[in-house]
């Protein structure tokens, strides 16, 4: 049985094969169509299911229902099959490949006859990809540059894609009793942009039947190896997860140890020798007079200092608790000393409104009425509606026209819902640096977004001055995914975020943390060097459905990295603040 994760990960594989294959781009876009509605579900898939009512959801039609039905109940259908005997096992891997979509594949497979990355990247090293219509030598270059990137982050998993697995284990896992507490530690616990494996602790006083429960998880592909108290396995995706359990007096010191990061463990147990103890996954424990053993050793459990929660640990060695997301070695444990660990902190209850927000007027996939309701559903006080400027016509930008009938439909909206509603944009930054929305529209709108998304190949030089140019308008304006980096996909531009961050301190401009989970940018480091300035931030979602405004916890946890403090986030503010504060013209 298949998730709705992994039942539109199918749908996609039928489209992607399908226009390789040459189909009509009108039955390929049907089934993106459909892989959106299913991951865009509020209800439960099975459920659906079960009860006939799949039709009943926008882009699903009856043909495309009776292949979901039949993903869901046995992981096949006809279709996906066939095309996956008719073309190379390894054709679809060369779609992870940036900038290389299906129709580019199916001209290097007529031509080349090309059906894996290795049997692309060896045309690419004999310059034969340069000899293909619609190629050069500068693509060529390119692709070999996207297989190395593709290959380096074979072993990472992004963020999102690592929590949402990590939380259905968590989930599955505490439906037992044998589970007493049960958390993710590593770096998703931390909230890195990636992450290697999926780590896992918990509480228990029966690790036989505990371990039996996350055997039981649907998506376990193989068991790697099993103890008495460590589970490893691969899911279906290629992750592999490590499952610990110990009892619970344990369990706070062996979720910090597994946390990390180890920077961060290795300067807490130098600490922690220099006051008299010993810290280990086993625990804390006071050195004998002395001294003792090794610091790696296990010392005599009757030397152990009771810790049921961290915070009992860090407080031991005469310090602040360091929130998880700060564990990196990076001037925290000093910090924490000298009781100078910010606590206020931003947590996502901190945020009152949804800012950077995309609807079906560009290329978002939920109606503004559906957005709105989303976003009050949430709790928010007010959501900005910030589609795409006429420039990017390749995402259905608006022009002056088109944004005023948008207005006329926020308006109808509001009508109907609690949540304010904003008028706004996201404007792309041209080329000299200007914004892409006249003076007479700027005067109407709440918010705007400012970004780039186009001649992201100009030089360092040049795309510093374009963003600085634009930063220094007198237009109040969030600068939107700073660097333009697409994790796993495409590297940031390049830019001197410094100078940029000089333009925004010196200008009537904030910066916004993006939490899509592709791009979470800025990253920490560009986050305290803007704080330093005392620039303000926007902690936004860049949604392009209503499932998209979860995206606000990869913002938050981003921003944590950086040190962010609830006071320097202008979406923490009432509706009528923030609409002063980033008000276009004032």
Not at 457 to 480: D, N
Not at 495 to 503: F, K, P
């Given at each position: 049985m298949l998730d709705k994760s992994d039942v539109a990960r199918a749908l996609r594989e039928i489209g992607h094969l399908l226009e390789i294959q040459g189909e009509n781009p009108f039955k390929v876009r049907a089934y993106e169509t459909g892989a959106r509605a299913v991951e865009d579900l509020s209800e439960d898939l099975g459920a659906l299911v079960a009860s006939g009512r799949l039709t009943e959801i926008p882009g699903i039609g009856e043909a495309l229902a009776r292949k979901i039905a039949a993903l869901h109940a046995t992981g096949h259908v006809a279709l996906l099959d066939r095309l996956r005997a008719e073309l190379p096992p390894g054709i679809l891997r060369l779609l992870e490949v940036p900038d290389l979509g299906p129709r580019k594949i199916a001209a290097l497979r007529a031509a080349l006859g090309v059906g894996s990355l290795e049997e692309l990247e060896a045309a690419c090293a004999a310059g034969r990809v340069r000899s293909v219509k619609g190629f050069g030598e500068r693509s060529e270059r390119k692709i070999l540059e996207g297989i190395r990137r593709l290959r380096a982050r074979e072993t990472r998993t992004p963020l999102g894609e690592a929590l949402e697995v990590g939380e259905e284990i968590l989930a599955h896992l505490r439906a037992s009793p044998a589970a007493l507490r049960a958390d993710l530690a590593g770096s998703a616990r931390r909230f890195r942009e990636t992450v290697g494996d999926l780590d896992l602790v918990a509480a228990t006083r029966d690790p036989a039947a505990l371990a039996e429960r996350f055997l039981s998880f649907p998506a376990i592909a193989e068991v790697i190896g099993r103890g008495d108290t460590k589970v490893s396995v691969r899911l279906s995706r290629g992750l592999q997860v490590d499952l610990r359990m110990v009892p619970p007096e344990d369990y706070a010191t062996l979720l910090h140890h597994l946390t990390g990061s180890k920077a961060h463990h290795v300067k807490l147990r130098g600490l922690a020798r220099e006051r008299g103890f010993t810290l280990s996954e086993w625990g804390l424990f006071r050195l004998p007079a002395g001294g003792g053993g090794p610091a790696d050793s296990e010392p005599d459990p009757g030397d152990k200092v009771p810790v049921r929660e961290e915070e009992d640990l860090y407080r031991t060695l005469g310090m602040q608790p360091v929130p998880p997301e700060l564990r990196e070695d990076a001037g925290e444990v000093e910090a924490a000393l000298a009781g100078q660990i910010p606590e206020d902190l931003v947590r996502i209850e901190d945020v009152r409104g949804m800012v950077h927000c995309h609807t079906r007027w560009s290329d978002g996939r939920a109606t503004v009425e559906e957005m709105a309701r989303a976003a009050e559903a949430m709790g928010m006080e007010y959501l900005t509606i910030t589609d795409h400027s006429r420039v990017a016509a390749y995402a259905g930008g608006l022009d002056a026209d088109r944004l005023r009938r948008q207005w006329e439909e926020i308006d109808r909206v509001q009508e109907r819902v609690k949540?304010?509603?904003?008028?706004?944009?996201?404007?792309?930054?041209?080329?000299?640096?200007?914004?892409?929305?006249?003076?007479?529209?700027?005067?109407?709108?709440?918010?705007?977004?400012?970004?780039?998304?186009?001649?992201?190949?100009?030089?360092?030089?040049?795309?510093?001055?374009?963003?600085?140019?634009?930063?220094?308008?007198?237009?109040?304006?969030?600068?939107?995914?700073?660097?333009?980096?697409?994790?796993?996909?495409?590297?940031?531009?390049?830019?001197?975020?410094?100078?940029?961050?000089?333009?925004?301190?010196?200008?009537?401009?904030?910066?916004?943390?993006?939490?899509?989970?592709?791009?979470?940018?800025?990253?920490?480091?560009?986050?305290?060097?803007a704080r330093q300035r005392g620039i303000r931030f926007a902690l936004s979602t860049d949604a392009h459905s209503a499932a998209g405004l979860r995206n606000l916890r990869f913002a938050v946890g981003t921003a944590r990295r950086g040190w962010m403090r609830r006071g320097e986030v202008l979406n923490a503010l009432p509706v009528e603040e923030f609409r002063m504060a980033v008000r276009p013209l004032g």
């Open positions: 949540v304010r509603l904003l008028r706004g944009t996201e404007a792309d930054i041209l080329e000299d640096g200007a914004l892409d929305v006249p003076d007479d529209v700027l005067e109407r709108l709440d918010v705007v977004i400012a970004s780039i998304h186009s001649r992201l190949t100009m030089s360092e030089a040049e795309m510093t001055r374009r963003i600085a140019r634009a930063m220094r308008l007198p237009v109040f304006k969030i600068l939107g995914h700073a660097t333009g980096r697409l994790l796993g996909e495409r590297d940031a531009y390049p830019v001197r975020i410094e100078e940029v961050l000089d333009a925004v301190a010196g200008s009537r401009a904030a910066v916004e943390v993006n939490g899509d989970p592709q791009r979470m940018d800025l990253e920490p480091r560009s986050i305290r060097l």
